[in-house]
């Protein structure tokens, strides 16, 4: 009976073996240990994480989180069954079977009875309370089924739903949920590196482009150049309006253009060839 003495037991307040609501018991009922959870007829076993009979049904399970498979999502829960589990770890070293605690849950299944559900404070969840224990309220059995396991192993799975009208789940170590999927909190993303806005190009139609590129030339002694590429000029036609010619008019060819020769000096001569004996 582990912690649970004859003299505890003596002083249980209310009969644990019953199915759905326990009278006098508030849903988000808060408890400080299992000894008071049995005392108040909440959850009937000193350890185990399910309280049933094969044959009947279970009565209400604590989530703990012990086991590798399990997932608490607030209205859904993907809940392990017993057996087959280290007790030093959370790894399951063996198959589990359809036998006890399982058997139970797999009966409330097949006969669509409420199961009560109690979080546990070590429970890696956001929907498990800050210290304790706490009745969430009731849960109904909607698939019970052996798989694999993620350690190899098979496992008893079963996958509970919450009743309606019992009023939103506390998140976040009391913070009131909205709906099972937990909002994102502005304290979740504060430690977040902030990044600057990165600001947009300005939009340039295709008309400013056209008229941007026709303005690359330039105007040189009445000569129009225009430059292609940001390269070298080409010259074009000229500009007949800048010389006084009329319209249609083109300028003269340019003459070519005269080539000096250079003029050297006998000295300059003599200075670039010396010749042996002449001064």
Known sequence: MGFLKRSIKNLQKREPTKFGAIKGVEVFSKYASREDLFIEGVHGVAEGGIHGRA???????VVAGRYDDDDDRGE????????????????????????????????????????????????????APASGYRYDGLYKVIKAEQIVGNSGHAVCRFILERLPGQGSLPGDGGSVASSSRPPVSSSSTSSLPRRDPVLAAPKRSIAKMRKGKARESAEIG?????????????????????LGLGLGERLPPAPAPVREEPTFSVKDLYKAHPVPGFR
């Open 55 to 61: 044959n009947e049904g279970a009565f209400s399970i």
């Open 76 to 127: 859904i829960i993907y809940y392990t069954g017993e057996g087959g589990h280290s007790r030093t770890s959370e790894l399951q070293i063996k198959d589990q079977e359809w036998v006890r605690g399982n058997a139970a849950l797999r009966t409330s299944k097949q006969r669509n009875l409420p199961v009560r559900v109690i979080r546990s404070h070590v429970l890696r969840s956001r929907y």
């Open 222 to 242: 009445g000569i129009q150049f225009k430059y292609e590429g940001g390269t070298s000029p080409v010259k074009t036609e000229p500009v007949a309006s800048s």
